[in-house]
């Protein structure tokens, strides 16, 4: 999906936009990273800057299945091949790197699924709310490490970060810890977007739009300043509202404050070169597929737009929720007839579906590790860039368990991780390691991750570099 | 749990009798125990007191009301009140994020949840395709507006009504000159009023004195507690039984004082109660009783259920909205409508039902065929197919559903750690069959013993509710029980629920949840209790207690703002 276009010979700095017009202001969008913005190496910035590392999380609901064999690969170290469910990966296995035997270790946190969930994606426990006539139901007590990482590298973007959903059968009922995967805070998860022609629009469809005609730049100008006022207007309101509401509201509205700013981060400066990026294409909408959910669809027309986005430096955070926490895809294309989360509690006689359906996911992985492998950069590409932490909420769902959870980083984190990758076996390990380390691989000084139990100082240095 | 005496009693027991003791663990306070939402460190809930359903009734009010919280406009009542500023509204395409659910009601998520940015971003993109199409040119703008939007005068009087309508209150001097300033900004930059009052829309639209409702409340006179402004008490009036905003009559005696008078607010409640609004306010209250909605984003296995088609899905929705709508504004016993032997069904449904004669896609009201056993609410294709899997019929969703929805009882979610594995169809025929470990595992029977022996009442009908005398060659079996109440078939058992004394108790915590936009806390328990025995001596009719909800001195009272 890299994205080559011929662009003006001189002057352009870092920071080069992609610029188009998007409520009648002029917005900016990264260029891809042409080749004349690197050092003669291809490794950096013409500047100096090393090439950016992107963070993501490809998450599925449910585990693995009982049998850990099927995911662990049998042998550890350099020497390891791909196990079953793995296989479909082969062609990346240089860029995988696998950890087996860590547990997510919070033993404040009740309940398989949501503790898993929140384990994986944010090493800390999560608070348990008052359920009503629910089962259960809790919020992360902090962000998801999408967004910690974001919280850092996010506002070198247009887009903080952006969030994916595939399977839209997801439990809503308990909470936001198994609704959703990307967390700002308690009570306030990421939606997903599920239509890649509508992501697509979010990012490109106003500078797609915009393309050719340069429009005049004193109208242009005027327009952002009434942009501006109309947000300042906003902030306003939000900051007078802010002083009469209690404890709680007051952190509702400072994370709407914060989508204000982001919004009004993207407002280009009028006075800005323009520039022709090649105009990406629309995907089209999905079409009904009469036998379910448009899984495979889905995923490939998403893949294409988000190698797209990290191509043209739109955001360098992700997360895919690929199917949720105890929820209940029904994975037709593979004719498996009944809900997911059903099936893991089927017993033995389910045992084949589930398997099939975690090498299947994997399978749905690659097609976006393929898009990230083949977009060059420089002298690496978008999935060397890359570190995807690849993991579910629980290991065997039947029992909910989250002993030996299945953890896979994808990418080599520009040259944070082992490449090639190894698998690194570590039984009864603190999983919350891993996550030290991506945030450690994204240019994050952390000192420790996590909290509670899940809290640690030591990163898995095993699958550094 | 042998005789039900009544629904406090019958939840304490519940709890003492191990769906919490062998079952949960150390986790097992989480089912009750009132927690300020949001509030708690982790792990920390509950505090072993009893269920926020059963603690503090009867023994008076107790402790001070929770804070008040903002509430998010829902989805529909975004649509609503664009609609009361923009008739085009309805042709608008908006990208609007799903409500957030919490405590099973979209009311309680709108007062908790937190945007994403890409919520805020779909409604700054709403109020952009509104205020365009509003004001596309000067001419559009003008006809809009009533007035020449090039005077100045025109568009400050624009802006002082519309940001009214908008913020369900009079605007503030300041936010009136920063409007009005948007707006002159406009003219002198790009040079037409139009232009300028697009922007000075959009400022309006995206204000969170928009997007949000702050039924805040204000401090009371000495001695009194705080209470809702007058403009908040329309608010919190015109969503509750309109789920939209105070109409202009409303609006105007609130602004005007007039809400104070003895026996305003009751006399505005009636007229809403009797307005042709109250079919969106009751539309809107059964949607998040019963999660409605969810049924077209259902899937069924379309090999296993080839006649569940979307239009299906919409017919299966309407039926009960239709039921629920009639027997809420005919004013019967409300308790009919879990044992009623007649419904509303188009042919689509009807040919589900079984049920010969009726063509086309409007609705007829029916009977039901006697034989099937398909009586009331529980009888309905929605819920059955809600509360069952996408290739089987589901006893425990079911017998959850009753449960958690209609009875307001909490069943904690399986334990970590145990096998919920079981045994598969070549091994058991019928439900009631493969279920059986979850009545003989002690692991699993404190809980499912709850639910199962209820849901399985209702295996008659498959997982889209269609009409079945056997499974897998053997004749199904629908005996069951009910909190002491025995019955043979699903008939037996809808007349058994519509008699269960916790059903209307969770009736009116329900309308209270949604129209309070949150759980009740223990100082509340004495009112919901108050509410609930009032209905009962309304003889149950559903617009009884949603006037009694509103003519009560805590329909105004909130909490201190902490």
Redesign the interface.
Known sequence: MNRRSSVPGRGFARRNFLRGVAFGVPVVVGLPLLEYFLNSNGTAFADGEALPRRFGVFFWGNGRGVDASRWNPAAVGNAWQPSPQLAPLAPYQSYLNVVSGMRVQLSNSPQGHHKGSVGMLSGADFITQEAGNAPYRSTFAGPSIDQTIAKAVGAQTPFGSLEIGISKRVIKGEGTTIQFISHNGPDSGNQPEYEPALLFDRIFKDVAAGGGNEPDPTLLASARELEQSVLDSIVGDIGSLKQRVGARDRVRLDQHLTNIREIERRLGDGAAPSVQCSTPTRPDMLANNPAGEQFVERMAGMSDVLALALACDVTRVFSIQFSGSAADPVFHPIDIGNGNHALSHEGEAAQDELDRSTTWTMQQLGVLLGKLQSAVEGDSNLLKQSAILVTSDTSDGAAHSVNDHPILIAGSGGGYFKNPGVHHEQEGGNSTEVLLSLVRALGIDAAEFGGGDGRVTQSCTAIEA | MKHFTSPVVGLAALTLLGCTGNV????GD??G??????S???????TGSGS??GAGAGSGASGALP????RLLTRTQYRATLASLFPFAGELEL?L??D??????RA?GAS??????????AY?AAA?EAASRAFADVATGTAFAGCNVAEPACASGFIADFGRRAFRRSLAAD?QA??L??YQ??VQ??GDGAVGLK?AV??IL????FL?R?E?GVPGAAGTPRRLSDVQVASKLAYFLSNGPPDAELLKLAESGGLQAAGALAAQAARLLGASSLQHGMESLFDDYLDLASVS?L?K????FPAFTPTLALAMRQETLLGLSRAASSQVDFRSVFNSNKTFVNQELAQLYGISGVSGSAFVEVELPAASGRRGLLGQASLLSVNA????SSPTLRG?FV???LL?????????????????A?EAATARERFTVHRTDPNCSGCHQLMDPIGLGLENFDAIGQYRATENGQTIDASGELDGSAFQSPAQLADALSRHPGLPTCLSRTVF?YAWGR?ESPADEAFVGALTAAFAGDQYRLTGLLSGAVNAPEFVNVGE??
């Open positions: 949960l663990g150390g986790g989480e089912v125990g009132y927690v300020g939402p949001g708690g460190a982790p792990g920390s809930a509950g926020s359903a804070a008040p919280s903002l990208e994020e799903d957030a659910i919490f405590n099973g009601l309680i908790n949840v937190a945007l994403s940015p890409k919520a805020t971003e700054q952009l936010e920063r409007f300033s948007i900004a406009g930059k790009l922007y959009r400022a995206g204000s969170p004195h949000y702050a805040l984003s899937e296995v379309p090999s296993a899997h996408a290739a089987v959850k449960r958690q929805v307001c009882q909490g069943i904690p979610a399986p334990p970590p750690n145990v096998d919920t594995t079981l045994p598969d070549s949840r759980l703002v902490d």
